[in-house]
């Protein structure tokens, strides 16, 4: 009888964790509104975002809550003020080198909340990343290419945050998340810009901007690919929240 639910335990946590790969695909976002031929083969073949959307004059923030959390453990940045997370940066620590980002609250009060507590939590530990566009994006955040994944990952990949298109500008540097063509849907995935892409505004939630590390992302960003599989991936040894460096301090690029 053990083995049996021993089994049956193993088979369900299979199925997630599928799952959750599956999602992947999914949460990506084209690089054009009219890609061409090339470009169109290396997006995402399964439903992906609209980027062709015009961006909204004035775009409707839900600086709310989310509503589904009430029984997930609490998690450090939960209380925190738009004042205090203003003052937190995370430092992307790969096998290559490390990636600085600057955190964005005033635009994206609970994309950041989000982000800060996956990376305090150690969610974003060993994680990969997992797609690559040319001269587009680099795209993190898939829990699913963590080398130790639990049951508390794999519900944590699944929470959704509000959207928040704001003010900031889908420009080189900006760190946003990536979801699937529903809105509302945003779990874990990032993306950071290495070319302006105007037709993601409105749409897309950006949250952060890179400070130091762009060298980084670009040679990331230009890795050989498989479609916009990383043939060798890049690997984040761990996310580090910590405060930023006062403002003037020279930081290294």
């Known amino acids: 009888m053990r083995f049996v639910k021993a089994l049956a335990v193993s088979l369900l946590f299979y199925t997630l964790v599928s799952n959750l790969s599956l999602q992947a695909q999914t949460a990506t ?9 090339a470009t169109a083969a290396s997006a995402s ?11 909204s004059p004035s775009p409707q923030k839900a600086n709310r809550r989310p509503q589904d959390n009430s029984g997930s453990p609490a998690e450090p940045f939960d209380q ?11 430092t992307l620590e790969t096998e290559r080198g490390s ?12 994309t950041v909340r989000n982000f800060l507590n996956l990376s305090a939590t150690g969610a974003f530990d060993t994680t990969t990343f997992s797609r690559v566009v ?7 955040g898939n829990l699913s290419t963590r080398q130790n994944i639990s049951m508390e990952h794999v519900r944590r990949s699944r929470r959704t945050i509000p959207d928040e298109p704001s003010y900031i500008r889908h420009l080189r540097g900006i760190v946003s998340m990536a979801r699937p063509e529903q809105a509302n ?29 762009m060298e980084l992302v670009d040679r990331i960003n230009h ?3 498989n479609g916009d599989k990383p043939a060798n991936p890049v690997r984040l040894t761990r996310a580090v929240v910590a405060a930023c460096p006062p403002k003037g301090v020279p930081v290294n690029k």
């Open 185 to 213: 849907s945003a779990t874990t995935h990032f993306f950071i810009l290495v070319s302006d892409s105007p037709h993601l505004d409105g749409t897309f939630t950006a949250f952060a901007r890179v400070l130091a590390g």
């Open 80 to 90: 925190a003020t738009v004042e205090r997370m203003a003052g937190q940066c995370v």
């Open 29 to 37: 976002p084209s690089p054009s509104p009219q890609p061409s031929p």
């Open 223 to 225: 890795e050989p690919v």
């Open 99 to 110: 990636i600085l980002l600057e955190m964005l609250p005033e635009a994206a009060p609970e």
């Open 45 to 55: 073949p399964s439903p992906a975002p609209s980027p062709n959307a015009s961006p």
């Open 134 to 140: 040319p001269d587009f994006v680099v795209q993190g």
